[in-house]
Nanobody, 125 residues
Framework: QLQASGGGVVQAGGSLRLSCAAS????????MGWFRQAPGKEREFVAR????????DYADSVKGRFTISRDNAKNTVYLQMNSLKPEDTAVYYC????????????????????WGQGTQVTVSS
């Protein structure tokens, strides 16, 4: 089970930190990702982190502003979001994926096996 939290309303230029607490499985061996979905749009990749935390990947739209990290001892993944923009407004979902594929495999929604319930992030201008 994945439980996302930390969403809220923030002004443009502000920051939020999302958390995703995992339970019920050994998520320390899973790739963890964050996706988001704005109203009327498809769910899109935001960031992912390898099981060890040593490898990360970001969508171009958030690179340099967002940072994904994980604490396997706490079974928790974080998404630090800085310099937020109104276009970052969306429901943010965390997800877990098995395997050790390379390249852009983990940018695909279909590559993930488990999903959290989502947390709303609203950035006002």
């Amino acid at each position: 089970q994945l439980q996302a939290s930390g969403g809220g309303v923030v002004q443009a230029g502000g920051s939020l930190r999302l958390s995703c607490a995992a339970s019920g499985r050994t998520y320390s061996v899973y790739v963890m990702g964050w996706f988001r979905q704005a109203p009327g749009k498809e769910r899109e990749f935001v960031a992912r982190v390898s099981w060890s935390g040593s490898s990360t990947d970001y969508a171009d739209s958030v690179k340099g502003r967002f940072t994904i990290s994980r604490d396997n001892a706490k079974n928790t993944v974080y998404l630090q979001m800085n310099s937020l923009k109104p276009e970052d407004t969306a429901v943010y979902y965390c997800a877990a994926a098995k395997g050790t594929y390379s390249g852009t495999y983990y940018r695909l929604v279909t590559s993930y096996d488990y999903w959290g319930q989502g947390t709303q992030v609203t950035v006002s201008s």
